[in-house]
């Protein structure tokens, strides 16, 4: 326009002269006048400059994608080359599919009917003492006897669905099976509940105890046969749970191997949830709606828990089973007595089958190395008949993976005897803990009575937002130190839980001690809050032990045990809880006059002096468990031969040498990129 200003030569409007001072500035160091000519220069300078700056940031940002992008291919490279294992197939029986098959989205089901079928079976067992004194009517000892028999025999029976799954049946069908024999108990019991027929006549037990009438002939074989049933099923179906998920993830990937322990954190959220809901509200309606509805939604969870576990059946990979289990680990045995009076050499790459004389680039041939630990065993590898081309026979000549096997079965057998003593506190807390509830003051408010079988819903509360936690920020923090996978190792996570499950006793006695006295001294009843903390401890222990003994377990380098060996967990439970029985009849007979647990009034007897003998017996058994613990470690460390040495020197070799490449190719890249930047600035 006619108004506008003249123009400079860069198309800036040209500044009056006259009306310009001359101003002084600060540039580099020194100071220099800027005339009003240099001022236009100045703002194309520094428009160019900030151009150069956006393309240098520009061509970092690029850069830094390319190295991500070369990342991910080199990762992708390494998941390739990683072994692949050769015994999983999907539903059909064709050979899984990495990408279909395996890892999380697969586990989830899994997971689903680990909560649904805990949500069961705890309904059943965590209020099944208040049942059978008040509807079957037998004495509180014989009661509690019943509860602990039943429950051990559910962990016991879970060594019979290990065996199965891995020898035959495979974890997938073994559920389905054994899922429904457990279906058909709950049935059979929710029917037993319901009828009068199945149930002795009705009786006030406190009031009228002995002219109550137990149960009796078919009456009672109907109650036994409904329990024995979900036993039956439930026993088996548990280690195939743990198992079938953690067979979705492929352990050689080391991707994966992190998440496989994220999912026994899962495993065991899933389980908290189940125990809670359980302990809520399908004890509420036990409690209020009666036996038989409670029994009934029993069955109802244990459906939609099978359904679950049906509904993933397109993602599953499945291990297929291996024969018989305890052919192999019968002839390391045999074959070392019949050689008993050999003499094994003092070098173990004589030994035959020794991973020395072994093609390392089978991938899928699991190779055990030799441990010095119970070398009795390795007299099963003497090849007695050197140089004859006669072949001896399996009883009677081992390879060194083979022997290697059964010294992993042995050497598991202490750390799994640590953990009875902590099991036959759980089955206290299940049995004596709920009774106690049972003569507390149980009233929330003038209108709602809390169940004294929910009290063990309180750890759960708890749980349900400490394993998230746990997983999301200890593993990771914990990590970084230990550099385990798993933040710390399964030995020092059993370990800790217990320590704690100690004081979990240490609580229940001084609580005993106060409620009975103020209950004979001063005739008052305290509010059933105060039986929350020997809950919550356990609770607290039960997470790291419980968790840790399981991945302990599934983590032994023993191919095709895994759910065998998982059940070695629920065994120990079962111990547990039968030892818990012996502990009882025994307490009784020894304390006969003073009457500790003879009666069936809790004012009368001293159960606090019972959680005093278990709280020393626990922290005996923690001191055991260290003993072994460290014993354990020191053994299983295999001894390294000389070629798997040159074998390993040459990967790590490889693996500098590549990274070194990767590195001087970046620098070289890097620094064309800055030169060239800067020219541009």
């Known amino acids: 326009m006619a108004n506008d200003p003249p123009r400079g030569t860069l198309g800036f409007p040209e500044v009056d002269k006259s009306s310009l001072e001359l101003d002084r500035r600060h540039v580099g160091g020194g100071n220099c006048e800027i005339s009003n000519n240099n001022n236009s220069f100045q703002l194309h300078h520094l428009t160019f400059s900030l151009y150069a700056i956006a393309i240098y940031t520009q061509k970092k940002s690029n850069l830094r994608e390319k190295e991500k992008e070369k990342e991910r291919k080199k990762e992708m490279e390494m998941e390739a080359r990683i072994p692949v294992e050769d015994n999983t197939v999907d539903w059909r029986g064709r050979p899984s599919n990495p990408i279909k098959h395996e890892g999380m989205k697969a586990a989830i089901f899994a997971l689903g009917l680990q909560a649904f079928e805990i949500m069961a079976i705890a309904a059943v067992g965590n209020n099944l003492i208040t049942y059978v004194i008040n509807e079957m009517h037998y004495s509180l000892s014989h009661s509690a006897n019943i509860v602990t028999n039943f429950i051990g025999t559910i962990f016991l029976l879970a060594l019979l669905g290990g065996y199965l799954s891995d020898s035959y049946l495979g974890t997938f069908w073994a559920i389905i099976i054994f899922g ?384 065998f060996l998982t059940a070695l967990t629920y065994c120990s439970y079962s111990i547990g809880f039968y030892l818990s029985s012996v502990l009882v009849s025994v307490v009784n007979k020894i304390t006969s006059k003073e009457g500790w647990l003879s009666d069936n009034d809790l004012n009368k007897d001293r159960l606090d002096l019972f959680y005093w003998m278990l709280a020393v017996l626990s922290m005996l058994n923690f001191v055991n468990y260290v003993f072994w613990a460290r014993w354990h470690s020191r053994n299983s460390t295999p001894l390294r031969n000389n070629q798997q040495e040159q074998y390993d020197h040459m990967m790590k070799q490889g693996e500098d040498l590549s990274e070194n490449n990767s590195y001087n190719n970046s620098s070289k890249n890097n620094s064309g990129n800055i030169n060239g930047d800067k020219s541009i600035a």
């Open 180 to 563: 429904f024999v457990e279906l058909s108990g709950f049935i059979l019991l929710s029917v037993q509940a319901h009828l009068p027929q199945l149930k002795p006549p009705p009786c006030n037990v406190i009031t009228d105890g002995e002219n109550c009438e137990e149960a009796k002939g078919f009456k009672k074989f109907i109650f036994f046969l409904a329990l024995y049933l979900v036993a039956l099923g439930s026993g088996c179906v548990k280690p195939n749970m743990i198992a079938h998920g953690g067979d979705q993830f492929n352990q050689n990937n080391p991707r994966q191997s992190k998440q496989i322990s994220t999912y026994f954190n899962a495993a065991y959220f899933a389980f908290s949830m189940g125990e809670l809901i359980a302990l809520t509200v399908l004890v509420y309606v036990q409690t209020h709606s009666g036996m038989d509805v409670g029994f009934g939604v029993s069955a109802a969870a244990m459906a939609i828990g099978l359904i679950s576990l049906v509904s993933g059946t397109l993602y599953y990979r499945n291990k297929t089973p291996q024969g018989s289990l305890l052919t192999p680990i019968a002839q390391v045995f045999v074959s070392a007595i019949l050689k008993r009076k050999q003499t094994c050499p003092s070098d173990p790459e004589m030994l035959h089958g020794s991973p020395n004389n072994l093609t390392l680039g089978n991938p899928n041939n699991a190779v055990l190395l030799h441990t010095p630990r119970f070398r009795f065993l390795d007299k099963a590898c003497i090849k007695v008949e050197e140089g004859s081309n006669r072949n001896e026979s399996p009883w009677r000549l081992c390879s060194v993976t083979q022997v290697e096997q059964a010294k992993v079965i042995i050497s598991v057998v202490p750390i799994f005897a640590c953990t009875i003593i902590f099991n036959t506190i759980l089955a206290q807390l299940q049995t004596f803990s709920v009774q106690q509830g049972s003569t507390m003051n149980t009233k929330l408010t003038t209108s709602f009575s809390i169940p004294p079988a929910s009290l063990q819903s309180i750890p759960y509360i708890i749980l349900i937002f400490l394993v998230p936690l746990y997983d999301t920020f200890f593993v990771p923090f914990a990590r970084k130190f230990t550099g385990h996978e798993s933040g710390i190792s399964p030995l020092q996570r059993i370990g800790f839980g217990l320590f704690f499950a100690t004081f979990s006793m240490v609580a229940a006695a001084l609580m005993e001690k106060r409620r009975r006295d103020l209950a004979l001294n001063s005739n008052k009843i305290i509010s059933i809050f105060w039986i929350t903390p020997q809950f919550l401890i356990f609770g607290v222990s039960e997470m790291f032990t419980a968790v840790g003994l399981i991945e302990f377990f599934y983590k032994q380098p023993v191919q095709g045990m895994q759910a």
